[in-house]
């Protein structure tokens, strides 16, 4: 799920949709209005899940799309040649998610280890182990 937000509200460490990818927000250059023109704004963001750096350029008063993030606790149920099962802590369901990048936190997956995951647009993001 994704909600609608002015180019010119978006801030540096906040996320927004490009290309229909989720991606967190490392730099925003904005121009001055021109005679003619709008000012616009030039979005250097990293994707969440492919780690891609991606730009963007729209007027400052145009709509982006800003995903919607839930962040939630679980537990390390199983680890799989392939990834990860994780169980929810508040819904007791079972949810599959592939290996994070960062090696040091592949390494302290284990069975039984607590974590805080994302949920964004259906894809699961595990970024900590409490």
Same mark, same amino acid.
């Given at each position: 799920?994704? *909600? $609608?937000?002015d180019? #010119?509200e978006?801030?540096v460490?906040?996320y /927004?949709?490009?290309e229909?990818? =989720?991606?967190?927000?490392?730099d925003?250059? *904005?121009? +001055? $209005?021109?005679?003619?023109?709008?000012? +616009?704004a030039?979005?250097?963001?990293i !994707?969440v899940?492919? #780690?891609? +750096?991606?730009?963007?350029? &729209? =007027?400052?008063?145009?709509?982006?799309?800003? $995903?919607?993030?839930? &962040?939630?606790p679980?537990?390390?149920?199983?680890v799989?040649p392939? !990834?990860?099962?994780? /169980?929810?802590l508040e819904?007791y369901e079972?949810l599959?998610a592939?290996? $994070?990048?960062?090696?040091?936190?592949k390494? +302290?997956?284990?069975? !039984?280890?607590e974590?805080?995951?994302w949920?964004?647009? #259906? *894809?699961i993001?595990?970024?900590?182990?409490?």
């Open positions: 799920m994704t *909600k $609608p937000m180019v #010119g978006l801030r460490g906040g /927004m949709m490009i229909g990818e =989720p991606c967190r927000i490392m925003i250059t *904005k121009s +001055k $209005p021109g005679k003619h023109g709008a000012a +616009k030039r979005i250097v963001a !994707g899940f492919d #780690g891609q +750096k991606r730009q963007f350029v &729209k =007027p400052v008063d145009a709509n982006a799309e800003v $995903p919607i993030i839930d &962040k939630k679980g537990q390390v149920f199983a799989n392939t !990834g990860v099962q994780i /169980m929810d819904t079972y599959d592939s290996f $994070p990048d960062e090696e040091d936190l390494a +302290k997956l284990v069975a !039984g280890a974590i805080e995951y949920k964004i647009l #259906g *894809k993001k595990i970024t900590r182990v409490k």
